[in-house]
């Protein structure tokens, strides 16, 4: 039988020495696939995996989450992990954390990393990265996606897909589309207007698809137009497959499928995760009950579908096999190799985002002698929890650990401050109690007696991965920190004006005690080396080079989400949550700049530990026809090395729509030493200048006058120039 199977695939893969083409080898293997086989692979056959077709020495394939690193191994149908010795993982940061970088060449890193880490745990299917838009600072999964822009997220995406797939391993950009709260996910149907649709909310995925070539893409849970986007032919067969002209395989959410019509006929081509129509729900192993099973092979069989839609699938999956479970030249893989740990502590390093260092407070003196170091964040687990982007880590450095690994002359203390959420775990790994038998008050009044005498007061505080925090599956309901914190930060801010406080989330949240201390930054899930990341920037051993990716508003409400049909949305009698996007384009500094509403910190923003001169553009042409470059020299004007990260925007000065202020449509990350000039570039195209005209359905690169503009930040432009197109 092996010997059939392997003469069979053989056949399939090379003729007379040469490779046949990867189309050419899928008409081979579909051509000698029964109707049963078919139906076989495109659906689960287990909690993560799809079945092969073992008669053709094809083997199964294999998904995992996640984005930030490889999920535990489960039990075959089970949901609970299977307890295995082999793979506990690294843990990279958090996806927002590498958006916050602003640069490409770090996603690279990062893509090739986790790639081989799955890899190397035989997974075919990375199931991430997740690139739904920050939409309100409230959406529970923003941590795992990258930030309130478009362009930013686009841009982000592409290389990290393709470090992934260098491994052979494919991604599975998610969740397609419109996913951008958790709650209600699975009944919420948004209303968008198309051009909001194309300018905001598609173009992350199409970069994935168009230019990162993601070989796997994830249909989200919720419905658009009515219609649950597993199923949703408009998004998946008119816009994917025949506009973007994607060639890959549509997966499901996990339990994301409703029923046959709909995953055949709307565009999808492999079911996980129902929890089965079954006609007894919850039935385990009843895979052959799936959609698109045996209810989908009964009616080819009746003669009521043709195979033309099953072929396709088909078609679709074994390309996906060949690139993956079949491709050969990926390579062993590493896993927790130290080159993945110094990538995510240089990833986590260069993500942190410096708000605010009143009168240079840091980084710390290495000669400090005293560092007392507050708040529940600094001993947590953050890599356990939040979802399924949770992970089984072979360590994970605390920002507690961090920072006595890099001040290990110092006398390091440390007091909780406050407690929230004592307890952790996730599925049956990575349990852990952290409960203080202290009262609230108690903890204060310790924490504020550690402070005396100290050189530097550090407080970790912020979100976690629990639910209605920064977790799949819920969305926050506060925009405040939770567990008291303001009054604790205002109470030791009063006794230490140069308190250092760190926020570790992957959302924007309220800080009203900003004024009263003396240094912000915002900290992200890092993952295994969390507290040395942070450390290494407090130390100043990194420069902080990060810029955020969201807005930070001041109060929830300045925000462009006013009414329930925005968000949550209104329940209807049908239990469906309608919700309106009226805000339209205007998401985040596109709604801030639009209203004038001053924002905390802005989008793009970020301190360094030295200073940098970006002088005035330089034009090669005045007017734009199909592309023109920008020039624009950068100097170090402080004295140490950092990273500027120069952005670019463009305003139409007259339009026949509303459009914005200005769109991000350029970054460049340089690192400079003290003293050094240099000067990054950028290219203008028509794209760069077009708005999605709903009366042609397509771009359009009006003529007219256009600003741009160059700065450090949103809302610090340093330069402007005029172009016409
Ligand atoms: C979850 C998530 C998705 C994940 C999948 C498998 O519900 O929405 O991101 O990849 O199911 O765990």
């Known amino acids: 039988m092996a010997a059939m199977a392997a003469v069979a695939l053989s056949a399939c893969c090379c003729v007379r020495g040469e490779k046949k083409s990867l189309d050419a080898q899928v008409e081979d293997i579909l051509s000698q696939m029964t109707l049963e086989e078919k139906i076989?692979?495109?659906?689960?056959?287990?909690?993560?995996?799809?079945?092969?077709?073992?008669?053709?020495?094809?083997?199964?394939l294999w998904t995992d989450d996640g984005p930030h690193g490889v999920r535990p191994d489960v039990l075959w149908d089970q949901w609970n992990s299977a307890g295995n010795t082999n793979d506990s993982c690294t843990a990279f940061p958090a996806l927002t954390c590498l958006a916050a970088t602003f640069d490409r060449e770090l996603s690279s890193l990062y893509g090739v990393s986790v790639g081989e880490e799955a890899r190397y745990r035989k997974k075919n299917v990375?199931?991430?990265?997740?690139?739904?838009?920050?939409?309100?600072?409230?959406?529970?999964?923003?941590?795992?996606?990258?930030?309130?822009?478009?362009?930013?997220?686009?841009?982000?995406?592409?290389?990290?897909?393709?470090?992934?797939?260098?491994?052979?391993?494919?991604t599975c950009v998610k969740h397609f589309c419109l996913n951008n709260q958790e709650f209600n996910r699975h009944t919420v149907n948004v209303k968008v207007d198309?051009?909001?649709?194309?300018?905001?909310?598609?173009?992350?995925?199409?970069?994935?698809?168009?230019?990162?070539?993601?070989?796997?893409?994830?249909?989200?849970?919720?419905?658009?137009?009515g219609t649950h986007l597993c199923h949703n032919s408009r998004i998946l067969n008119d816009i994917l497959k025949k506009e973007w002209n994607y060639d890959g395989v549509v997966i499901s959410d996990w339990g994301g499928v409703s029923d046959t019509e709909g995953a055949v006929k709307g565009g999808l081509d492999l079911e996980f995760?129902?929890?089965t129509d079954g006609l007894t729900m919850g039935?385990?192993?009843?895979?052959?009950?799936?959609?698109?099973?045996?209810?989908?092979l009964e009616k080819i069989r009746s003669g009521e579908y043709g195979t033309d839609e099953l072929d396709d699938k088909c078609r679709r999956v074994l390309k996906l096999m060949l690139r993956t479970s079949l491709y050969d030249n990926g390579g062993p893989g590493r896993f927790t190799c130290p080159e993945h740990y110094?990538?995510?502590r240089r990833i986590g390093a260069e993500g942190i985002v410096l708000l605010k260092n009143e009168g240079g407070l840091l980084p710390i003196a290495a000669d400090a002698a005293k560092i007392v170091v507050l708040g529940e964040n600094a001993i947590k687990p953050m890599t356990v929890g939040g979802g399924s982007s949770s992970l089984k880590v072979q360590k994970e450095v605390s920002i507690l650990e961090g920072i006595r690994n890099a001040f290990p002359n110092a006398e390091v203390i440390y007091e909780r401050a406050y407690q929230g959420s004592t307890k952790g775990g996730y599925d049956n790994y990575g349990a852990y109690d952290i409960t203080d038998e202290r009262s609230a008050e108690t903890l204060v009044a310790d924490a504020l007696k550690a402070c005396e005498g100290a050189d530097y007061v550090i407080f970790a505080g912020g979100l976690n991965k629990d639910w209605m925090q920064d977790a799949e599956g819920t969305d926050r309901v506060d925009y405040n920190l939770p567990y008291g914190q303001n009054e604790v930060i205002e109470a030791l801010a009063a006794v230490r004006s140069d308190l250092v406080v760190v926020n570790v989330s992957g959302n924007a949240v309220a800080m009203p005690w900003?004024?009263?201390?003396?240094?912000?930054i915002q900290d992200w899930y890092l993952g295994s080396e969390a507290g040395n990341s942070l450390a290494d920037v407090l130390s100043g051993a990194v420069c902080p080079s990060g810029k955020l990716p969201f807005?930070?508003?001041?109060?929830?409400?300045?925000?462009?989400?006013?009414?329930?049909?925005?968000?949550?949305?209104?329940?209807?009698e049908d239990g469906i949550w309608q919700e309106e996007y009226s805000e339209g384009i205007y998401v985040g500094y596109r709604w801030y700049e639009k209203t004038g509403v001053k924002p905390r910190f802005a989008f793009g923003y970020g301190l360094s530990y030295t200073s940098f001169a970006i002088g005035e553009p330089k034009l090669s042409s005045k007017v734009l026809r199909d592309k023109l470059t920008v020039t624009v020299p950068v100097e170090n004007t402080g004295d140490v090395r950092g990273a500027e990260v120069v952005q670019l925007y463009i305003g139409a000065d007259n339009s026949v729509v509303d459009r914005p202020v200005k769109e991000l449509k350029g970054f460049e990350k340089v690192w400079l030493n003290p003293g050094e000039k240099s000067s990054v570039s950028f290219t203008i195209d028509r794209q760069a200048v077009s708005f999605f005209d709903t009366e042609i359905h397509d771009w359009n690169a009006e003529a007219g006058d256009y600003t741009i503009y160059i700065g450090s930040s949103s809302d610090d432009i340093s330069s402007t120039a005029r172009f016409s197109l």
């Open 40 to 60: 076989a692979i495109i659906h689960a056959q287990s909690k993560f995996s799809s079945a092969g077709v073992p008669r053709l020495g094809i083997p199964e």
């Open 126 to 170: 990375l199931l991430g990265p997740g690139v739904n838009i920050y939409r309100t600072p409230l959406g529970g999964r923003n941590f795992e996606y990258m930030g309130e822009d478009p362009y930013l997220a686009s841009r982000m995406c592409v290389n990290y897909i393709k470090g992934v797939q260098s491994n052979g391993v494919a």
């Open 194 to 225: 198309d051009r909001t649709l194309y300018e905001i909310y598609l173009p992350a995925f199409k970069a994935a698809v168009t230019e990162g070539g993601s070989w796997s893409i994830m249909g989200a849970y919720n419905l658009y137009d």
């Open 273 to 275: 995760g129902t929890w």
């Open 283 to 296: 039935a385990t192993n009843s895979y052959d009950r799936y959609w698109m099973a045996n209810p989908y």
């Open 342 to 344: 110094a990538a995510a």
């Open 514 to 520: 900003a004024d009263r201390v003396g240094a912000i």
């Open 551 to 572: 807005t930070i508003p001041v109060a929830l409400e300045d925000g462009p989400l006013k009414t329930p049909e925005q968000y949550p949305g209104v329940k209807g």
